[in-house]
């Protein structure tokens, strides 16, 4: 049996949390008896903490992981965003527009040399330039960008 990765969390979680989070994040189609069984906790309790931790909001929610490649969704672009006005009304605006962007799969405000950084996913180079250039560069504020292409994935997960 492999041995889950453990996640570094603190506050109210104890170990078995701890260990219940770790399998999901590896099996998010578990049963509640089997992730009990790898936790060493029983049915019932394990699904008394399953549904705390669903509760409390450590747990958002469950999706499919799909493979990009089969969709035909394969190439990665990361794009850096400078905006030309960073007040609060100015973050927001940009925040609430490039969310509708079904493309960007991440949307990350840094601190650095630029603003935000987005990860963009989409067949290929042309149609990256389209939403580089019909969607993104629309956005509110947006200065300028710059694009780091993606040559390979060599680890993605969360």
């Known amino acids: 049996m492999k041995k889950p990765k453990e996640i570094p969390i603190e506050g109210d979680l104890d170990a078995l949390d701890r260990k219940i989070l770790d399998v999901l994040r590896e099996d998010g189609r578990i049963s509640i008896a089997e992730l009990g069984a790898r936790i060493g906790l029983s049915k019932t309790p394990c699904q008394i903490r399953f549904r705390r931790l669903v509760d409390d909001g450590y747990i958002e929610g469950f999706r499919a992981t799909l493979n990009p490649a089969k969709l035909k969704l394969d190439h990665i672009a990361f794009a850096e965003v400078k905006l030309s006005d960073t007040t609060e009304k100015a973050l927001t605006k940009f925040n609430e527009e490039v969310k509708k962007i079904r493309e960007v799969e991440e949307c990350h405000m840094i601190a650095g040399r630029f603003d935000y950084l987005l990860k963009i996913r989409t067949p290929?180079?042309?149609?990256?330039?389209?939403?580089?250039?019909?969607?993104i560069?629309?956005?509110?504020?947006?200065?300028?960008?710059?694009?780091?292409?993606a040559m390979e994935t060599v680890k993605e997960t969360w």
């Open 137 to 149: 560069s629309n956005l509110p504020h947006v200065a300028n960008t710059s694009t780091n292409v």
């Open 124 to 135: 290929d180079i042309r149609r990256y330039r389209a939403v580089l250039g019909e969607k």
